[in-house]
C-alpha cells in the first residue's frame, strides 16, 4: 500500500520490495534441488548405492554384522523395508549433518543456481521491454515477461505484484543493477539461515529420493522370510531371491514341537500357495546366518518362542564360525 501510493518513482524500494516477494518464493524450490543434489551425490559417491537392491542388500548385512546390535537385525528381519529406509537415512545424517554441514553447502549451491536463473530473467525481462514503445506500462509489461520467464524457476503469482505495476522505470540499465544488489543482498541473508538447517525443512526428504529408486517388491520367501529382490512393484514371473536364510526366521517350528527349523531354503514341492516363488538350492550367505545364530541364539529364542533342540539342535560346527568369516563371506 505504501508503494501505490508513492507519487515518485523509487528504483531501489521497488527492487527491494520484488526480492522480498522472491525471497518467499525461491525457499521451496532451493530445498527441492538440494533433495535431489544430495540424492545425486550419495548414489554418485557412495558404492552402497551405486547397484541393484540386491548389492545394498549384501552391504546392509554387513552393516548388521559390524554394529553387531540384535535390535538392529530384528529391525531387519521383521521391517525389511524400514529398515532399508534407516539405513538409506544413516547415511544420508553422515553425508549432510556431520560436523562439515554439507546440507548447508548443498542448499547454498541450490540457491545461487535460482539466483543465477532469477537475474537471467531480470536482464532477459528488460530486453525485451526496453523497445516497446507501443506500451506506456513498461513496468507492468516487465512484470509480466519477468514471471513468465520463471515460471519454470518458483511460483511468483504476478498478482502479488500489482501494487508495483504502476511505477514507472525510466532508467532500465539502472533497474538492471538495482536488481543485482538487491538479490545479491537477498542471496546472503538467505544463506545466513541455512546455518540452522535440518530435515525440518524439507517437504520430501532428501534420503526418500534412493529410497525410491531401490524400492520394489517386498513380498517375502513364504519359508525363510527373505525379500524379493525384484526393484518392480508387481513384476512378471515368480519372485526371486539372492540370499535365503535358516526358516525359523519366518516362524517355521519342527511339527507338534517348539523346536526352531534351522535349515535353510531348498527346493520344496511345489505347493499352489508358493507357486509364484523361484526357490532353488542356495549354498551361499550359509556362514553368514550360522554365524548369526550362535551369535543371538537367546535373543532369537525369545523372538521366535522356541528352542534350538532336537532337528534344531546348533551344529558344533555353526559355533565354531568366526565373525571375520561371516563377513568375508559378504565380499564373494
Avoid at 554384522?65 to 538392529?72: D, G, M, V
Avoid at 539405513?87 to 554441514?101: M, P, V, W
Avoid at 536482464?123 to 514503445?133: G, I, L, P
Wanted: charged letters at 25%; glycine letters at 4%.
Amino acid at each position: 500500500f505504501q508503494i501505490s501510493c508513492q507519487g515518485t518513482t523509487s528504483v531501489p524500494t521497488f527492487a527491494t520490495f520484488l526480492c522480498q516477494k522472491i525471497a518467499l518464493s525461491v525457499f521451496h524450490p532451493a530445498c527441492q534441488r538440494t533433495a535431489k543434489a544430495i540424492a545425486r551425490d550419495m548414489q554418485e559417491k557412495i558404492p552402497d548405492f551405486q547397484g541393484n537392491r540386491a548389492n545394498l542388500e549384501v552391504c546392509i548385512l554387513r552393516f548388521l554384522a559390524q554394529e553387531e546390535k540384535f535390535k538392529y537385525f530384528k529391525e531387519y528381519l521383521k521391517h525389511p523395508k524400514k529398515s532399508f529406509q534407516m539405513y538409506i537415512a544413516l547415511h544420508f545424517l553422515r553425508c549432510c549433518l556431520d560436523e562439515n554441514r554439507r546440507l548447508e553447502k548443498f542448499l547454498a549451491s541450490s540457491l545461487d543456481l535460482l539466483c543465477g536463473n532469477i537475474l537471467s530473467a531480470v536482464s532477459s525481462s528488460t530486453e525485451k521491454v526496453k523497445d516497446r514503445n507501443d506500451r506506456e506500462d513498461k513496468t507492468s509489461l516487465w512484470l509480466d515477461e519477468f514471471c513468465r520467464e520463471l515460471t519454470e524457476v518458483i511460483n511468483l503469482p504476478r498478482s502479488e505484484l500489482r501494487c508495483i505495476e504502476h511505477q514507472e522505470i525510466t532508467d532500465l540499465q539502472l533497474f538492471n543493477k538495482t536488481m543485482e544488489v538487491a538479490l545479491t543482498a537477498m542471496r546472503d541473508w538467505l544463506k545466513g539461515k541455512f546455518v540452522s538447517a535440518d530435515l525440518s525443512w524439507f517437504e520430501r526428504l532428501p534420503l526418500t529420493i534412493p529410497a525410491e529408486l531401490f524400492s520394489g517388491c517386498w513380498e517375502q520367501c513364504p519359508f525363510c522370510g527373505a525379500v524379493c529382490t525384484y526393484t518392480m512393484w508387481g513384476h512378471d514371473g515368480d519372485h526371486q531371491l539372492v540370499f535365503h536364510r535358516p526358516e525359523f526366521l519366518a516362524g517355521r517350528k519342527w511339527r507338534g514341537t517348539d523346536h526352531l527349523v534351522i535349515e535353510i531354503c531348498r527346493n520344496f514341492a511345489s505347493a499352489v500357495k508358493f507357486s509364484s516363488w523361484k526357490i532353488l538350492p542356495d549354498p551361499s550367505m550359509q556362514a553368514y546366518w550360522k554365524w548369526f545364530v550362535c551369535r543371538f541364539r537367546r535373543d532369537l529364542e525369545t523372538l521366535y518362542n522356541g528352542k534350538f533342540l532336537g532337528k534344531g539342535e546348533i551344529p558344533e560346527a555353526w559355533k565354531r564360525i568366526t565373525k571375520q568369516e561371516a563377513l568375508a563371506e559378504l565380499d564373494k
